[in-house]
C-alpha cells in the first residue's frame, strides 16, 4: 500500500527521492547553506541550487517561514474551533477569520460541522474574546472547541521542539 501511495506521490508532483531528501533536510531548517546540504546529500553544491529552483518554479517549495522557539510556543494556549457555517455565507466568514491574527489556519471538513479553525493565544481572557467574536460573525452556527492540552508529535515541526 504504501508503495502504491508513493508512486501515486511521484506521478503527481513529479519529485525523487533526491529532491525528498533536500525538502526534508529544508523542513527542518530551512537556513542550512546550500554548501552544507550538499554534503548532507553527497552532490555538488551547483545541484542544489538548481534543484531548490526548480522547485520553487513549480511551486513545490512555495516559501520560507520562521518557527517559534520552544519556549514561546510553549506559551501559547492553542484551540481547535469547529464551527457550521451558513453556506450562503461561507465566504464572508473566512475571510472575517483571515482578519483575525490569531487564526493561524481554517480547513474545510466533512461531518457535523463545516470548518476547523486553528487558534492560538497567550492567555484564555485572548482565547475567551476570540472565540466570543467567532461566534459573533455573522454565518457563523454554533461552534465547539477544544483546547490543546500536549502534543504527542506533529510532524510538522521541526523534531527539537518535541517533547517540550
Not at 500500500?1 to 529532491?19: A, E, F, P, S, Y
Not at 494556549?77 to 464551527?83: D, I, N, Q, S, Y
Not at 472547541?145 to 510532524?155: M, N, Y
Amino acid at each position: 500500500m504504501l508503495r502504491h501511495i508513493d508512486g501515486m506521490k511521484n506521478q503527481i508532483d513529479d519529485t525523487d527521492d533526491q529532491d525528498r531528501r533536500l525538502l526534508d533536510l529544508l523542513r527542518e531548517d530551512a537556513r542550512l547553506p546550500t554548501a552544507a546540504l550538499a554534503r548532507k546529500l553527497g552532490v555538488a553544491r551547483t545541484t542544489v541550487v538548481e534543484r531548490i529552483r526548480r522547485l520553487e518554479r513549480r511551486g513545490v517549495i512555495a516559501g520560507y517561514t520562521v518557527r517559534l522557539g520552544a519556549s514561546r510556543e510553549a506559551r501559547l494556549l492553542k484551540v481547535h474551533v469547529l464551527l457550521s457555517v451558513d453556506a450562503r455565507q461561507g465566504e464572508s466568514v473566512v475571510a472575517a477569520l483571515k482578519s483575525i491574527p490569531q487564526v493561524r489556519a481554517v480547513h474545510a471538513i466533512s461531518g457535523a460541522f463545516d470548518c476547523l479553525a486553528f487558534v492560538e493565544g497567550e492567555s484564555t481572557e485572548e482565547i475567551d474574546r476570540i472565540l466570543d467574536a467567532i461566534g459573533a460573525l455573522p454565518g457563523v452556527g454554533r461552534t465547539q472547541s477544544s483546547i490543546v492540552l500536549s502534543v504527542k508529535f506533529d510532524r510538522r515541526q521541526a523534531p527539537a521542539m518535541m517533547g517540550r
